[in-house]
């Protein structure tokens, strides 16, 4: 954290925070009828008192020689589906009165894929010593108007209104059509025409 300049932060030393790490337990938000579950990989906090933030961290592995910046997130649909799901956890924690920021957070452990092996040519500190990148810190401010993935306006009001819709759709009396990039509905209408 230091290397990145948020020595400021330290990790949440909080009761549940083993709880909202739990799959199946996570951090929970009633709102509109329905109960919102989502665990957390961390959350680190700055100050104290009023001006106590918490940020969510989302931590990520992966292998490739692709340079991961924060204007990826933005255009790559699958990272997308990342900044999606932090906005959720920041909304949920808002729900329950947390002083959450909309700044958050991913921490990229990137494999060396040039490495001859697995278990040989990584520095020191790298665990098992298995050859990884210097780790990256990728900081997505939800606040910023420019964080739109696939067109929408990713922020607290995108959650709002995604609760509100899935609760409308389950209260219907029929299931509703297919949407035309729902991969799920896809599946199914490929399956009905068999």
């Given at each position: 954290m230091s290397q990145n300049g948020l020595g400021h932060m330290v990790p949440l030393n909080h009761p549940r925070m083993n709880e909202w790490r739990e799959n199946f337990k996570g951090v929970r938000a009633a709102k509109h009828g329905l109960l919102i579950t989502?665990?957390?990989d961390d959350i680190w906090k700055s100050g104290?008192?009023?001006?106590?933030?918490w940020y969510v961290v989302d931590y990520?592995?992966?292998?490739?020689?692709?340079?991961?910046?924060?204007?990826?997130?933005?255009?790559?649909?699958?990272?997308?589906?990342?900044?999606r799901q932090m906005v959720i956890y920041q909304w949920m924690?808002?729900?329950?009165?947390?002083?959450?920021?909309t700044r958050g957070f991913f921490v990229?452990?990137?494999?060396n894929n040039?490495?001859?092996?697995?278990?040989?040519?990584?520095?020191?500190?790298?665990?098992?010593?298995?050859?990884?990148?210097?780790?990256?810190?990728?900081e997505i401010d939800t606040s910023d108007e420019s964080v739109v993935i696939e067109g929408e306006r990713i922020d607290y009001d995108?959650?709002?209104?995604?609760?509100?819709?899935?609760?409308?759709?389950?209260?219907m009396d029929t299931p509703p059509g297919s949407g035309e990039f729902c991969e799920h509905c896809a599946y199914v209408d490929a399956m009905s025409k068999v």
């Open positions: 989502g665990a957390v104290e008192g009023r001006t106590e933030e990520k592995s992966t292998s490739t020689n692709a340079e991961i910046t924060p204007e990826l997130f933005l255009e790559d649909i699958y990272k997308g589906g990342y900044v924690l808002r729900e329950l009165g947390c002083p959450v920021s990229y452990e990137n494999g040039a490495a001859d092996s697995l278990l040989e040519g990584g520095p020191e500190d790298s665990p098992r010593g298995i050859p990884l990148k210097p780790a990256l810190v990728i995108w959650v709002e209104n995604l609760v509100i819709g899935a609760k409308a759709c389950l209260d």
